[in-house]
């Protein structure tokens, strides 16, 4: 966060200051709203969540060093009160912005944006200083609260930027317009019980496009026409990437590189040159492809970009982390969310990482809210058959069973349980899994899988 004095931020956002002893006193660091990540000249943004108050933590916040509160009414410690903390954190996000004039870049799609922004974060940051989204933090609070990270150094800002409905990415992008923005893919996660369609979900991710300048990059997967459907939506220059031969930057000659891995040629309008990932999973080809992309506009010499893809980790936790075990199972953990298309890529990634070891899948329901059908599941049941899946184990009721039942009476082969739940799942895991093993480990967050592959992982 670049200085300012709590008056600066007060007339900034409209705040008016109670129990502030001090209005010269300045933040110096970025804002949280969680008070347990609070850091010493930081300010604590109190806000009301659906079990949570974060007004309740203001005095615990003070203790950790915040400065103020940015409240929406007096908490008894130094706090600008405003109307409405989520719109206060924008205008601040806004205002710095302005001040220090980094390059934004911002990326959306239904599927893959932390796996890229972390690449992309890790290609750029060899090159000059950059501040990324932390996690998933690409909503209404994320946003600002990254651009908030950025300081007078802060050359690229990379925001990932989700779109749950329409307008959500006119309001991120207005917060924090980029000069780039990317859209990976428009898929089925999230939507199918309520009624909307891939062209619903075409419409809310193409305002990112629509928010770019004339003299701006929009950079569109070539491999996804509803992706491709947004390009009469911009002004800004339009960039292809992906498989496509008309894509201006892409993978070629794709093949395995072993243990799960993928290598692949990075084609650019400036050159070619080699890439093997240290991510597992074909899928995160796409993810390169689209980093690839934005490092390219940038001005990224092409063998620069595929020094920083290989040199490249993982980042993010909960997606396809991989743990090794001293008695030879792998963990494949990939319970932090899934959908129809991260289930698939992630059953096969898992699977090409254990070639003639034993795979064990544990399953749960995808989808939030239970909007994923049925008929989703019965078709992961019959990949984990075809795949050539081992073991399986489905927790909980519903969608898990239909997915067991499917695998099997696809296969013979695989040996199919169910359990109610995730205390069940470790039990029978714990019980079933031998040396040797590659186990994966899925479902949609709300399973609470995690637990699950943390058990298995630290057995
Ligand atoms: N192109 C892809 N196709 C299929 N699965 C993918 C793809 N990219 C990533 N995944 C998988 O999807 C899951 C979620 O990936 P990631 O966290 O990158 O997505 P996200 O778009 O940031 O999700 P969220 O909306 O929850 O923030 C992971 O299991 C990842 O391995
Ligand atoms: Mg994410």
New binding site residues.
Partial sequence: MIPMTLEEIAQVVGATPYDVGDPGALVTAPAAVDSREVVPGGLFAATVGARVDGHDYAGVAMAAGAVAVLASRPVGVPALVVEDVQVALGLLARHVLGRIGPVVIGLT??????????LLAQVLERHAATVATDR?F?NELGLPLTVLRADAGTRYLVL?M?AGRKGDLTYLTGIAPPQVGLV??V?S?HVERMGAGPADIAEAKGELVAALPADGFALLNADDPYVMGMAGRTKAQIVRFGRSPQAAVRAGDVRPAGRGRTAFELVTPSGRAPVELDLI?E??V??DEAAAAVATVLGLDTREIAAGLNAARRR?S???EIVERADGVTVVD?A????P??????LR?ARALAGNRRSVAVLGAMGQQADVSRARHTEIGRLVAELGYDLLIAVGSGDPVALAGEAAAASRNVSVHAVEDVAGAITLATALIQPGDVVFV?AS?EVGLGACARALAGA
Avoid at 109 to 118: N, Q
Wanted: charged share 20%.
């Fill in positions: 799609g239904s599927v893959g944006k932390t796996t890229t922004k972390d998933s690409n990932e989700g990976l893919n898929g996660a999973g899928h995160q796409a993810a993010s909960g997606r396809l990939d932090y969310n899934a959908s298309e991260s289930m698939r890529a992630g990634a899925k967050s």
